[in-house]
């Protein structure tokens, strides 16, 4: 199909498409209907529509949207204002200008946003959705997806399952929402959230907390003021610079801290809190937790079993790195907490790795994620 407007197809083109329709006037839009098609227009205010399978359709005019029908094909836009959109599977949909915005509904396919308020989207599993700009978020909904933003408060979220999420510049979260994901946030002020289980949420700058929620989850900063929390149990919480706090909320989970004045909590049972840095403080308040810390303030709660067989806590104990507790003098990076009988006393490496058997395949992993 071609317009009356149609321009001259070169041998090359007759080669590529069985069909070609071309516009370069205002108000001129252009539409194919076969497929190995093309459909391009040059000037404002006019659309382009593709219907067929393995095709192609341009614009190059501000509020002149693009969209393809057919798997296999592709959507470009290069002007503002100009929405963009690939409905079929293994589809591209492409924009470059400022409130462009891109989308594809089918699996397998790429959405790409470049200029400012240009957000773009993907629908279908294992596709990848990218921007860079500002203001422009980027979200993947399928399950296998990637979403990624390159601009300022630009956030980016992955709803399904083994997704992953990303951003690189200030002011930017990210999160994720499914199961074995992965969420980063790589400059200041960006906050990172994973919300199922088996995930990672991870920061790299200043005032750029990190969380995660679901069970088997790790939480990582590194950055001046950068939190981290994981409420799941058997997860791991760590943090790298100063002021930069810890806290695990699950049973078997573990928080670490290294940096000036950088605290760390664990509040389920069996669990470690470990820190390393001037003027940190240490705590465990779970039954059957361990402490350890390089210098500091450590603080750690002692429980007992009541005649009808109850779990209660006895008292809290605190002290300083060098000082006693109940008899027992706390030095530099080792690990001390309550045994069974109720004894404060240091622990071995293999009574920890018993502690969280249990939780691990093997002893090597275990060493591995408690840093023994």
């Given at each position: 199909?071609?317009?009356?407007?149609?321009?001259?197809?070169?041998?090359?083109?007759?080669?590529?498409?069985k069909s070609y329709s071309y516009t370069e006037e205002a108000w001129a839009p252009s539409v194919t209907l076969n497929d190995d098609s093309k459909?391009?227009?040059?000037?404002?205010?006019?659309?382009?529509?593709?219907?067929?399978?393995?095709?192609?359709?341009?614009?190059?005019?501000?509020?002149?949207?693009?969209?393809?029908?057919?798997?296999?094909?592709?959507?470009?836009?290069?002007?503002?204002?100009?929405?963009?959109?690939?409905?079929?599977?293994?589809?591209?949909?492409?924009t470059e200008g400022g409130r462009s915005s891109s989308a594809t509904l089918g699996d397998k396919s790429e959405s790409s946003t470049e200029g400012r308020c240009a957000p773009s989207a993907t629908l279908g599993g294992e596709s990848k959705s990218y921007t860079k700009g500002w203001f422009s978020p980027s979200a993947a909904l399928g399950n296998k997806s990637n979403s990624e933003t390159r601009g300022r408060l630009s956030p980016s979220v992955a709803l399904g399952d083994y997704s992953k999420s990303k951003t690189r510049e200030r002011l930017s979260p990210s999160v994720t929402l499914g199961d074995y994901s992965k969420s980063e946030a790589k400059e200041d002020f960006s906050r990172s959230a994973t919300l199922g289980v088996y995930?990672?949420?991870?920061?790299?700058?200043?005032?750029?907390?990190?969380?995660?929620?679901?069970?088997?989850?790790?939480?990582?900063?590194?950055?001046?003021?950068?939190?981290?929390?994981?409420?799941?149990?058997?997860?791991?919480?760590?943090?790298?610079?100063?002021?930069?706090?810890?806290?695990?909320?699950?049973?078997?989970?573990?928080?670490?801290?290294?940096?000036?004045?950088?605290?760390?909590?664990?509040?389920?049972?069996?669990?470690?809190?470990?820190?390393?840095?001037?003027?940190?403080?240490?705590?465990?308040?779970?039954?059957?937790?361990?402490?350890?810390?390089?210098?500091?303030?450590?603080?750690?709660?002692e429980y007992y079993r009541t005649e009808e067989g109850k779990i209660k806590r006895k008292k809290i104990h605190a002290a300083k790195v060098g000082e006693e507790i109940l008899g027992t003098t706390i030095e530099p990076d080792k690990p001390y907490g309550f045994d069974e009988e109720g004894k404060f006393r240091e622990f071995t490496k293999e009574e920890i790795l018993e502690i969280f058997k249990p939780y691990y395949k093997n002893s090597r992993t275990i060493l591995e994620k408690l840093k023994l």
């Open positions: 199909m071609e317009t009356s407007n149609s321009k001259t197809i070169t041998e090359g083109e007759k080669t590529r498409y459909s391009e227009t040059k000037i404002f205010r006019s659309p382009s529509v593709t219907f067929g399978n393995k095709s192609e359709s341009n614009t190059y005019g501000v509020y002149s949207p693009s969209v393809t029908l057919g798997y296999k094909s592709c959507s470009y836009i290069k002007g503002g204002s100009s929405p963009s959109a690939a409905l079929g599977d293994y589809s591209k949909s492409y995930s990672t949420s991870a920061t790299n700058g200043v005032y750029s907390p990190s969380a995660t929620l679901g069970t088997i989850s790790d939480s990582y900063t590194e950055g001046i003021c950068s939190p981290s929390a994981t409420l799941g149990y058997d997860s791991k919480s760590k943090t790298k610079g100063d002021h930069a706090h810890s806290v695990t909320f699950g049973l078997k989970s573990q928080s670490y801290t290294e940096g000036k004045e950088s605290y760390s909590v664990t509040l389920g049972w069996d669990s470690i809190s470990s820190t390393k840095g001037e003027g940190a403080i240490t705590c465990a308040f779970g039954k059957g937790s361990i402490i350890r810390a390089h210098e500091g303030d450590i603080v750690i709660a």
